[in-house]
């Protein structure tokens, strides 16, 4: 989906190579399906998070082989179904890998002042677990957005 996109096998592996994953990028191995719900919430997390990426058809544990995945055949309708699910696009790339089909989803961040929810809750990652973002966090991205605006800015009159 989208000529824009372009991870290349050697990115793949690149990634691989990371000690850990980390807040920008997720591996799960995902060979058969994966599930659209967790899908959407993950999307939500990395999205609060900065942005990233989220890699299907990787064992999310080191040495983290390519596992392949038949999961989502089709990434158009899934880009679709996930723009309405959470409400930004995120962009769903197949890599043809040569140990098997490695999907990447591009997640972007959230605007600045702004946090995404699922059906009400602000998801952020902690380990291996998505969780709700603490009171804290949430009133820390809020504020974020009161350095910037129509007061800001000079008058061109």
Not at 38 to 51: F, H, I, P, R, T
Not at 83 to 96: H, Q
């Amino acid at each position: 989906m989208g000529g824009r996109m372009t991870t290349t096998p050697s990115q793949i592996d690149l990634w691989r190579q990371a000690r850990s994953e980390h807040q920008n990028l997720e591996f799960k191995e995902a060979k058969q399906n994966f599930d659209r719900e967790k899908l959407s919430a993950y999307c939500v997390a990395l999205a609060n998070e900065g942005g990233g990426h989220l890699v299907l058809g990787v064992a999310d544990r080191p040495p983290r082989p390519v596992v392949g995945s038949a999961a989502f055949a089709n990434l158009v309708d899934t880009a679709d179904r996930l723009f309405v699910k959470v409400g930004f696009r995120v962009d769903a790339e197949e890599v043809a890998h040569p140990d098997g089909r490695v999907i990447v989803f591009h997640v972007p961040s959230r605007p600045r002042g702004t946090a995404y929810h699922l059906d009400g809750k602000y998801l952020m990652r902690s380990g291996q677990s998505l969780v709700p973002m603490s009171e804290d966090r949430l009133r820390a991205i809020f504020s974020e957005g009161g350095r910037i605006g129509w007061r800001n800015r000079r008058s061109r009159t």
